[in-house]
């Protein structure tokens, strides 16, 4: 295969370049992904990279090529055996035309690329969906989409194809977010002003990324409008948001701004509880960006997200936590077929938590922070190859706990020693068409990690403390060396139907160890592979069926996958997880593995569009000293997913929107006996996870409504109901004993919902 | 009844995760559910006092609805050992209740129990260490000072259980709440944050009833690190943010998968509720 790839590229005859940029002609925003097809070779085509650069090597004579980008019309260009540059602008579909008979001929996009187990979700399209609180938030719209739970109701956690929580690399403009929710997980950190689009990789990722086995969710930050000044934003009931961009330089540069606060403790100063009225109980997202075309050849961006919540009673508590990100971004073309990118980027998430004690307060603080540098080069070769080379270093700190106390407090200070760890990776893949009919990725990653002194480092068996060394600053302590493959290929079979098949390894050097699994608080402790704790592996199997109905109106697509993951670490029973310097003698190791199948049809236009999802599979652990070892449901086993998806336009201004999700209720454990202790009645658990939750099963809907526009002001308002038929679902079983009979048990079930109206109003001038 | 908790210190650190989980959450019902039935698994509850006679108490586990959680364990061979070599079989004075004649516990000294039942194959044994006796200094109860918040059950009362903590060792604590002379709750501590202080320790019971002229009476007893875990097993963050993963306890008895044995010193206090 590969030699007749390497044949085909020396056969190349006089060939012309056109290269250059796919951007939005109304704002400059960059437009990344968009698909470019010359219509007297079909089955050619190639899609612009993530800054919307793309490249195209046409052999002689006169070409139709045609440009599509989802949600905006398809610009069509003529080219004539000339090396040029040409920047595409493209125009946003006007909702009329969204008309069936009207709509123009799609190119089937999904059939023709390399991408099984890809989400791409563009806040355009999500922004009539049914919202929480006011609140459009992309982590719950890809929740929505096969493969990626959501266990239960106030968990901003998603567990993507059996993975947990942690498995998953959150990015904002390449920036690692450590803990993308607020507010116990109600809310994600992306504020929809500020993001432009999302894609999570389920399955395979390009080697560009890696450091996580489950799942790559990339965000992309708005570039901010280079055209003319705009702002928007929403108020909402317990929620408002403001946006404002526009030119540095008409056509080079733009700059983009947007905040969120949400203002819960605000309600409470009207309440007269005088206990209530001083708490703080809020949270706020800045997200800003610049960018500057300085020419042709070299263009800058600078983005930075800082968001924190805050949460405190007066004299007794306060807990607060918060990322921050920042990215320096330099694209450059070296000659037209050869770019790249290189990034400097920082992150950080951390968290403090405040306690008033006679006669002191004391603190608790924690966190996890890296910098990291990226460069990447893609070299176009020629339509049907595309290469990228990349080298990727991140430097992590870890501080897994401080007490911080007065002299006169009951507490001593204390510190767990920080730990440093680096990341090399060297990553090459190539993309190439042998034939029309066949795409073909490969792609490898050289992991090296290392962990780094100053510090003791212990070395435990059995949870017991066996040896410890002291290390000086920059000593190695331990080295892994993890290579990761990709590999996917699509086979074309017609215009309208493909089947694709993907495999990949990952690794994960960044643990994080949870005890609060269900609501999604910032106690979670991170750890780094080291003499103890063995880098995290996935293999993930996947192939899929596509196919297109009517003109591309229709996406159905069947993908079935197994993925197996390795050394995965969880704590013991009843750790010690409170600022332990022996973390990871609480640890246990064992595998885990996920497999099932993904159902997913699109209705992509016409007055009602949406999708309808479904997902059967099974999660499972095997944890030596767990149900002897033997494997049992995840605690995120869910055995049937589905959600539906519906959005109807009734008129020009009106959008009528529902989402409806159903879930197996997840594995839990529950008692199957009970005994005393010191005449308190205990409960006794047999099993781990043998018990199910109730199903989950919850109906959502919304309702636009866009005012007539007065010249630029366009303004619209959203009504929305979250669960509309207030259904009870069970956040939490618990069991007490009836307090009129002590030996009779009862359980309790804790939900946090019934229906949740909310109104919001957005603008947009 | 909550069960044991573990005295609000560090752990205290999540009571800001509860209340911001219960401002958001709040509505139960009592919903209907059907109980798994398993055999029933030996339950040994098994300690030396300080001065007192042995006992141990073996039951078994019976099905969440059943009505009677008596289900006693007879004419089982219980024998205790003590460091200085006195070795003796227990007498049932009750069903399922052994108890000493001739060992008492005494601070420093090493304890070993062997039991055998007709049904248990396996052996069944343990050893504890009963560490250096700390005694309360001053026990105070006072009205809570914390915010009330609708819906959330705060507690109505603080119990303050002050004493010296001894700084050359490590030291784990127990403490045993009663109410007119009835267990209302247990409570564990250890010294990572803070030893050799003088301590206050408040005692986080939510739903104690406390009246005028109640007599509250705190047990103090040091207890060794495997007892600190055993009874931490009940009240582990996990359970305490409800609905994760619920587990037993890790036995220090082997060949038993529930319960404990634990010497342990006593020292006890009393206030009269004003």
């Not at chain 1, 099984?116 to 355009?124: D, F, N, R, Y």
């Not at chain 1, 500057?292 to 949460?311: C, H, M, P, Q, V």
């Not at chain 1, 010249?711 to 009836?738: C, G, M, P």
């Given at each position: 295969?590969?030699?007749?790839?390497?044949?085909?590229?020396?056969?190349?005859?006089?060939?012309?370049?056109?290269?250059?940029?796919?951007?939005?002609?109304?704002?400059?925003?960059?437009?990344?992904?968009?698909?470019?097809?010359?219509?007297?070779?079909p089955?050619?085509?190639?899609?612009?990279?993530?800054?919307?650069?793309y490249?195209?090597?046409?052999?002689?004579?006169?070409?139709?090529?045609?440009?599509?980008?989802?949600?905006?019309?398809?610009?069509?260009?003529q080219?004539?055996?000339?090396?040029?540059?040409?920047?595409?602008?493209?125009?946003?579909?006007?909702?009329?035309?969204?008309?069936?008979?009207v709509?123009?001929?799609?190119e089937?996009?999904?059939i023709?690329q390399?991408?099984?187990?890809i989400?791409?979700?563009l806040?355009?399209?999500?922004?009539?969906?049914?919202?929480?609180?006011?609140?459009?938030?992309?982590?719950?719209?890809?929740?929505?989409?096969?493969?990626?739970?959501?266990?239960?109701?106030?968990?901003?956690?998603?567990?993507?194809?059996?993975?947990?929580n942690?498995?998953?690399?959150?990015?904002?403009?390449?920036?690692?977010?450590?803990?993308?929710?607020?507010?116990?997980?109600?809310?994600?950190?992306?504020?929809s002003?500020?993001?432009?689009?999302?894609?999570?990789?389920?399955?395979?990722?390009?080697?560009?990324?890696?450091?996580?086995?489950?799942?790559?969710?990339?965000?992309?930050?708005?570039?901010?409008?280079?055209?003319?000044?705009?702002?928007?934003?929403?108020?909402?009931?317990?929620?408002?948001?403001?946006?404002?961009?526009?030119?540095i330089?008409?056509?080079?540069?733009?700059?983009?701004?947007?905040?969120?606060?949400?203002?819960?403790?605000m309600?409470?100063?009207?309440?007269?509880?005088?206990?209530?009225?001083?708490?703080?109980?809020?949270?706020?997202?800045?997200?800003?960006?610049?960018?500057?075309?300085i020419?042709?050849?070299?263009?800058?961006?600078?983005?930075?997200?800082?968001?924190?919540?805050?949460?405190?009673?007066?004299?007794?508590?306060?807990?607060?936590?918060?990322?921050?990100?920042?990215?320096?971004?330099?694209?450059?073309?070296?000659?037209?077929k050869?770019?790249?990118?290189?990034?400097?980027?920082?992150?950080?998430?951390?968290?403090?938590?405040?306690?008033?004690?006679?006669?002191?307060?004391?603190s608790?603080?924690?966190?996890?922070?890296?910098?990291?540098?990226?460069h990447e080069?893609?070299?176009?070769?020629?339509?049907?190859?595309?290469?990228?080379?990349?080298?990727?270093?991140?430097?992590?700190?870890?501080?897994?706990g401080?007490?911080?106390?007065?002299?006169?407090?009951?507490?001593?200070?204390?510190?767990?020693?920080?730990?440093?760890?680096?990341?090399?990776?060297?990553?090459?893949?190539?993309?190439?068409?042998?034939?029309?009919k066949?795409?073909?990725?490969?792609?490898?990653r050289?992991?090296?990690?290392?962990?780094?002194?100053?510090?003791?480092?212990?070395?435990?068996?059995?949870?017991?403390?066996?040896?410890?060394?002291?290390?000086?600053?920059n000593?190695?302590?331990?080295?892994?060396?993890?290579?990761e493959?990709?590999?996917?290929?699509?086979?074309?079979?017609?215009?309208?139907?493909?089947?694709?098949?993907?495999?990949?390894?990952?690794?994960?050097?960044?643990?994080?160890?949870?005890?609060?699994?269900?609501?999604?608080?910032?106690?979670?402790?991170?750890?780094?592979?080291?003499?103890?704790?063995?880098?995290?592996?996935?293999?993930?199997?996947?192939?899929?069926?596509?196919?297109?109905?009517?003109?591309?109106?229709?996406?159905?697509?069947?993908?079935?996958?197994?993925?197996?993951?390795?050394?995965?670490?969880?704590?013991?029973?009843?750790?010690?997880v409170?600022?332990?310097?022996?973390?990871?003698?609480?640890?246990?190791?064992?595998?885990?593995?996920?497999?099932?199948?993904?159902?997913?049809?699109?209705?992509?236009?016409?007055?009602?569009?949406?999708?309808?999802?479904?997902?059967?599979?099974?999660?499972?652990?095997s944890?030596?000293g767990?149900?002897?070892?033997?494997?049992?449901?995840?605690?995120?086993?869910?055995?049937?997913?589905?959600?539906?998806?519906?959005i109807?336009?009734?008129?020009?201004?009106?959008?009528?929107?529902?989402?409806?999700?159903?879930?197996?209720?997840?594995?839990?454990?529950?008692?199957?006996?009970?005994?005393?202790?010191?005449?308190?009645?205990?409960?006794?658990?047999?099993?781990?996870?043998g018990?199910?939750?109730?199903?989950?099963?919850?109906?959502?809907l919304?309702?636009?409504w866009?005012?007539?526009?007065?010249?630029?002001?366009?303004?619209?308002?959203?009504?929305?109901?979250y669960?509309?038929?207030?259904?009870?679902?069970?956040?939490?079983?618990?069991?007490?004993?009836?307090?009129?009979?002590?030996?009779?048990?009862?359980?309790?079930?804790?939900?946090l919902?019934?229906?949740?109206?909310?109104i919001?109003?957005?603008?947009?001038? | 009844?909550?069960?044991?908790h573990?005295?609000?210190r560090?752990?205290g650190?999540?009571?800001?995760?509860?209340?911001?989980?219960?401002?958001?959450?709040?509505?139960?019902?009592?919903?209907?559910?059907?109980?798994?039935?398993?055999?029933?698994?030996?339950?040994?509850?098994?300690?030396?006092?300080?001065?007192?006679?042995?006992?141990?108490?073996?039951?078994?586990?019976?099905?969440?609805?059943n009505?009677?959680?008596?289900?006693?364990?007879?004419?089982?061979s219980?024998?205790?050992?003590?460091?200085f070599?006195?070795s003796?079989t227990?007498?049932?004075v009750?069903?399922?209740?052994y108890?000493?004649?001739?060992?008492k516990?005494?601070?420093?000294?090493?304890?070993?129990?062997?039991?055998?039942?007709?049904?248990?194959?396996?052996?069944?044994?343990?050893?504890?260490?009963?560490?250096?006796?700390?005694?309360?200094?001053?026990?105070?109860?006072?009205?809570?000072?914390?915010?009330e918040?609708?819906?959330?059950?705060?507690?109505?009362?603080?119990?303050?259980?002050?004493?010296?903590?001894?700084?050359?060792?490590?030291?784990?604590?127990?403490?045993?709440e009663?109410?007119?002379?009835?267990?209302?709750?247990?409570y564990?501590?250890?010294?990572?944050?803070?030893?050799?202080?003088?301590?206050?320790s408040?005692?986080?019971?939510?739903?104690?009833?406390?009246?005028?002229?109640?007599?509250?009476?705190?047990?103090?007893?040091?207890?060794?690190?495997?007892?600190?875990?055993?009874f931490?097993?009940?009240?582990?963050?996990?359970?305490?943010?409800?609905?994760?993963?619920?587990?037993?306890?890790?036995s220090?008895?082997?060949?038993?998968?529930?319960?404990?044995?634990?010497?342990?010193?006593?020292?006890?206090?009393?206030?009269?509720?004003?």
């Amino acid at each position: 295969m590969f030699l007749i790839h390497f044949v085909s590229l020396l056969g190349a005859q006089t060939r012309h370049t056109i290269s250059g940029s796919v951007t939005d002609i109304e704002n400059g925003e960059t437009l990344g992904g968009a698909t470019i097809t010359i219509e007297e070779l079909p089955g050619t085509g190639i899609s612009s990279n993530a800054y919307g650069y793309y490249v195209l090597t046409l052999p002689e004579g006169v070409f139709t090529l045609k440009i599509n980008y989802i949600g905006y019309k398809t610009l069509t260009y003529q080219v004539n055996n000339n090396n040029i540059r040409h920047d595409f602008k493209m125009e946003v579909q006007v909702t009329d035309l969204r008309e069936v008979n009207v709509f123009p001929f799609k190119e089937n996009e999904n059939i023709v690329q390399n991408n099984i187990g890809i989400e791409k979700i563009l806040i355009s399209e999500i922004k009539d969906i049914p919202v929480f609180f006011g609140e459009q938030d992309i982590m719950k719209t890809v929740s929505l989409t096969p493969g990626v739970t959501s266990v239960r109701d106030g968990n901003g956690g998603l567990n993507v194809r059996g993975g947990n929580n942690s498995h998953n690399l959150v990015l904002v403009d390449e920036a690692t977010i450590y803990h993308p929710n607020h507010l116990l997980g109600f809310f994600s950190t992306f504020n929809s002003d500020a993001i432009k689009e999302m894609t999570l990789y389920k399955a395979t990722a390009p080697a560009s990324y890696g450091g996580r086995i489950s799942s790559v969710m990339d965000i992309r930050m708005k570039d901010g409008n280079n055209q003319s000044l705009e702002v928007s934003g929403g108020l909402g009931l317990i929620s408002s948001r403001l946006a404002i961009e526009g030119p540095i330089v008409k056509d080079r540069g733009s700059f983009f701004l947007a905040g969120r606060r949400t203002y819960v403790d605000m309600l409470l100063k009207l309440t007269s509880d005088p206990d209530l009225k001083n708490n703080t109980l809020n949270f706020y997202d800045l997200n800003a960006k610049i960018n500057y075309k300085i020419n042709e050849k070299n263009r800058i961006f600078l983005s930075a997200y800082t968001g924190r919540d805050a949460f405190g009673i007066p004299d007794h508590f306060g807990l607060g936590w918060g990322n921050r990100a920042a990215t320096f971004r330099w694209n450059h073309i070296w000659y037209d077929k050869l770019f790249s990118n290189t990034s400097i980027i920082y992150s950080e998430f951390d968290y403090k938590v405040d306690l008033a004690f006679e006669p002191s307060v004391i603190s608790l603080l924690s966190g996890i922070k890296n910098y990291n540098f990226k460069h990447e080069f893609h070299y176009f070769l020629n339509e049907n190859s595309r290469f990228t080379l990349g080298y990727d270093y991140i430097l992590y700190n870890i501080t897994p706990g401080q007490l911080l106390a007065d002299e006169n407090a009951t507490f001593h200070p204390m510190k767990i020693q920080e730990r440093n760890g680096r990341e090399n990776a060297i990553y090459f893949s190539n993309e190439f068409k042998p034939s029309p009919k066949w795409i073909i990725n490969f792609g490898i990653r050289l992991n090296t990690f290392r962990s780094f002194g100053p510090g003791i480092f212990y070395q435990y068996k059995d949870g017991v403390l066996t040896d410890s060394t002291t290390y000086k600053r920059n000593e190695v302590v331990k080295s892994y060396f993890t290579p990761e493959r990709r590999l996917s290929i699509t086979h074309i079979i017609n215009p309208r139907q493909s089947l694709k098949m993907a495999y990949s390894t990952n690794s994960q050097h960044i643990h994080m160890v949870t005890t609060t699994e269900d609501v999604s608080l910032p106690v979670d402790i991170w750890i780094m592979s080291s003499k103890n704790v063995k880098p995290q592996n996935s293999d993930q199997i996947s192939a899929g069926y596509f196919h297109n109905i009517k003109n591309d109106m229709y996406q159905f697509s069947a993908e079935t996958y197994f993925k197996w993951m390795h050394d995965q670490t969880d704590f013991r029973n009843s750790p010690d997880v409170m600022a332990n310097q022996h973390i990871e003698g609480e640890l246990v190791t064992g595998n885990g593995r996920s497999y099932g199948l993904e159902l997913m049809l699109k209705k992509k236009y016409g007055k009602l569009n949406g999708w309808i999802g479904y997902t059967l599979s099974r999660t499972e652990l095997s944890i030596p000293g767990i149900n002897d070892g033997n494997w049992y449901p995840a605690r995120q086993d869910i055995t049937n997913d589905v959600s539906v998806v519906g959005i109807y336009e009734l008129t020009k201004y009106l959008t009528m929107s529902a989402t409806w999700v159903y879930q197996t209720g997840n594995a839990v454990t529950f008692p199957s006996g009970k005994y005393k202790i010191n005449d308190e009645v205990k409960y006794y658990y047999n099993i781990r996870n043998g018990n199910r939750m109730p199903d989950y099963h919850r109906l959502d809907l919304g309702v636009t409504w866009n005012f007539k526009s007065k010249r630029k002001y366009k303004s619209s308002l959203n009504f929305s109901v979250y669960n509309a038929y207030a259904r009870k679902n069970a956040f939490s079983i618990n069991f007490e004993e009836d307090p009129s009979d002590p030996e009779k048990t009862y359980a309790v079930m804790t939900y946090l919902f019934t229906a949740i109206p909310s109104i919001t109003y957005n603008f947009n001038f | 009844m909550k069960t044991s908790h573990i005295i609000n210190r560090v752990n205290g650190l999540l009571i800001p995760f509860l209340m911001l989980a219960s401002i958001l959450t709040s509505c139960t019902e009592t919903v209907e559910f059907e109980f798994d039935t398993v055999d029933p698994e030996l339950v040994v509850e098994a300690f030396v006092p300080e001065s007192q006679y042995a006992e141990v108490i073996l039951s078994k586990t019976v099905n969440i609805n059943n009505q009677n959680t008596h289900n006693v364990v007879t004419n089982a061979s219980v024998v205790l050992e003590d460091g200085f070599g006195t070795s003796e079989t227990l007498y049932e004075v009750a069903p399922g209740r052994y108890r000493s004649s001739k060992i008492k516990g005494v601070p420093g000294s090493n304890y070993t129990l062997s039991v055998a039942t007709d049904e248990n194959i396996s052996e069944i044994k343990s050893e504890d260490k009963m560490p250096k006796p700390v005694f309360i200094n001053r026990l105070r109860v006072r009205k809570s000072i914390l915010p009330e918040i609708e819906q959330i059950q705060m507690p109505e009362w603080e119990v303050i259980v002050e004493y010296t903590d001894p700084g050359n060792e490590t030291n784990y604590y127990r403490f045993v709440e009663y109410v007119n002379g009835k267990v209302i709750a247990s409570y564990v501590e250890n010294d990572k944050f803070n030893n050799g202080k003088d301590n206050k320790s408040f005692l986080t019971c939510v739903d104690r009833k406390l009246t005028k002229g109640d007599t509250l009476t705190v047990e103090m007893q040091s207890i060794s690190k495997a007892v600190y875990d055993y009874f931490y097993g009940f009240s582990t963050m996990n359970n305490i943010i409800q609905g994760t993963t619920n587990t037993n306890p890790v036995s220090n008895i082997s060949g038993a998968k529930l319960g404990y044995f634990s010497a342990h010193t006593v020292h006890r206090r009393s206030v009269v509720i004003e």
